[in-house]
């Protein structure tokens, strides 16, 4: 597919970043900048010209057991059952329109691969699991026990009953969040969590023998130090999981950490980079492979095989990506979409409660949307390759687009050089250095278009 017409891209002279800590950049563009429409377009016609034979599946659930002092996901704690029975019920609803939508093109559609996420999906109990899996496979027509498929699980909710649904099922990926295996650590992060709970929750997740287990831990929380960090490092080593991902600490508006936390920022930029450092050379020397800024998978595991799509864990933007649940995300090639989402408690509640309340045949149309262009879908290439270990390849650019990366984005591959995060030896891939990719949450923003920066500046926190 080569461009028809000339893009306009260049954004002028991209400043140099001052912290390496501006933003994950895991989906482009994010979801502040997308915008509600009154009625937006058809799910049919969305999906009509689409490639439907290798799609992905995203379930968003947003319940959670506590609310982390640190987490601005989408999620609810507490919510009684009444409620996850009419999300899921609803969640139902929105499965048989969508799927109605995807056959209306009349080809044949296929998913091949599968994520829940959160929120914390166990967070429903075993028979809701139970129900949540039908749905994805009797309405929705996702064959879970065929593919890929990852669940996000905590210490607490990771009972033995709900791992053995999700075994059963196929699950082939679980991923934890345990942040720090020291309690006090957990304490400052707000993440009210006992060490011997969390190895209760490693011990039954290697007893319900998933393929893949991820463990999350971060770095930056107050007090953390380098030796503190080694032994969150080594207790997650020591139970050999597949994947460790490292994040670096972030502290977002009306989260639980924001009203307390006043860290000197160089102070704090500086504990982070150095315990990234610390971090990632610990896990290297330990047999790990780095793929991203914060992924790490352990070398020479058959989860290799399964997991070379590093997107299994979260988001596949390459093949059309469908998403279920309040707060999940979808993309065609022209517009990504998605429904309300909130951080703030009375928001999250209302938000949940309307989606529950939405009548079907609303679920026909998109409500939140992005529109895609030439340029952006360039954008988004650039950030899907160039922030992962194996570079932005030049020629499947070239293939896409007709032009080569650099002559679109001139000034910003310019800054990369100049600070020497843009490896010099290549030229067929456009590879972040060690260096860069300590820098990748600096680099990413770089390359967000004048847009996508006017949408999310003047988008409201709620
Ligand atoms: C959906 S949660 C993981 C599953 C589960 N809800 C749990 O917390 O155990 C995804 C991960 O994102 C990371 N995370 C979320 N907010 C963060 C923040 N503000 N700073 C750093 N990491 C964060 C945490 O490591 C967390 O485990
Ligand atoms: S970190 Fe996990 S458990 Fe904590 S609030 Fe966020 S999604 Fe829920």
């Known amino acids: 597919m080569a461009a028809s017409a000339p893009v306009q891209l260049f954004s002028g002279r991209p400043v140099s970043p001052e912290t390496p800590y501006q933003q994950y950049v895991y989906v482009y563009p994010h979801q502040k900048a997308y915008r509600r429409l009154e009625s937006g377009p058809l799910l049919s016609e969305l999906w009509r010209h689409e490639q439907l034979g290798s799609l992905s599946l995203y379930v968003h659930i947003p319940f959670c057991e506590m609310r982390c002092g640190f987490c601005n996901l989408f999620t609810r704690t507490g919510a009684p059952e009444d409620v996850t029975s009419a999300f899921l019920d609803t969640l139902g609803r929105q499965a048989q329109v969508t799927r109605e939508a995807l056959e209306a093109s009349g080809r044949s559609v296929r998913f091949q691969l599968s994520a829940f996420g959160g929120g914390t999906p166990t967070y429903l109990t075993a028979a809701e699991l139970t129900r949540l899996c039908d749905i994805c496979e009797n309405v929705m027509g996702a064959d879970l026990r065929a593919v890929p498929w990852s669940v996000e699980t905590s210490p607490a909710t990771a009972t033995a009953d709900r791992l053995a649904v999700l075994a059963e099922r196929g699950a082939t990926r679980l991923s934890i ?11 400052a992060a707000v993440r009210p969590q006992k060490r ?7 011990t039954r997740l290697r007893e319900a023998g998933f393929p893949i287990l991820n463990i999350d831990l971060i770095y930056g929380i107050d007090g953390q130090t380098e030796a503190s960090f080694r032994v969150s490092l080594d207790a997650a080593l020591a139970w050999e999981p597949e994947e460790i991902y490292l994040y670096p600490l972030y502290v977002r508006p009306l989260t639980g950490l924001s009203t307390r936390h006043d860290k000197d920022r160089r102070q704090w930029d500086e504990q982070r980079l150095r315990l990234y450092r610390y971090g990632r050379d610990h896990l290297l020397a330990a047999g790990y492979e780095q793929t991203s800024m914060r992924v790490f998978r352990r070398l020479g595991t058959p989860a290799d095989d399964l997991a070379e799509d590093t997107s299994i864990s979260e988001y596949n933007q390459q093949a059309g990506m469908v998403g279920l649940g309040v707060g999940a995300r979808s993309f065609t090639s022209a517009l990504h979409y998605t429904t309300d989402y909130a951080v703030a408690v009375p928001e999250v509640r209302r938000i949940i409660d309307d989606y529950i309340a939405t009548p079907t045949e609303e679920f026909r149309r998109a409500q939140w949307v992005f529109r895609m262009d030439d340029g952006e879908r360039r954008r988004m290439y650039v950030l899907q390759w160039l922030l992962e270990t194996v570079g932005l390849p030049v020629a499947g650019y070239r293939g896409l687009f007709g032009t080569e990366p650099e002559e679109d984005f001139p000034a910003e591959f310019a800054l990369l050089r100049e600070k020497r995060w843009l490896d010099d030896g290549e030229s067929t891939v456009l590879r972040l250095t ?25 988008y409201l926190d709620k």
Do not use: C, K, Y
């Open 196 to 202: 011997a709970e969390v190895e209760g929750a490693l």
């Open 434 to 458: 060690p260096e860069g990719m300590a820098w990748a949450d600096a680099i990413g923003p770089l390359f967000f278009s004048p847009r996508v920066n006017d949408a999310m500046t003047s």
């Open 177 to 187: 969040g345990v942040q720090s295996f020291i309690d006090e650590e957990a304490r």
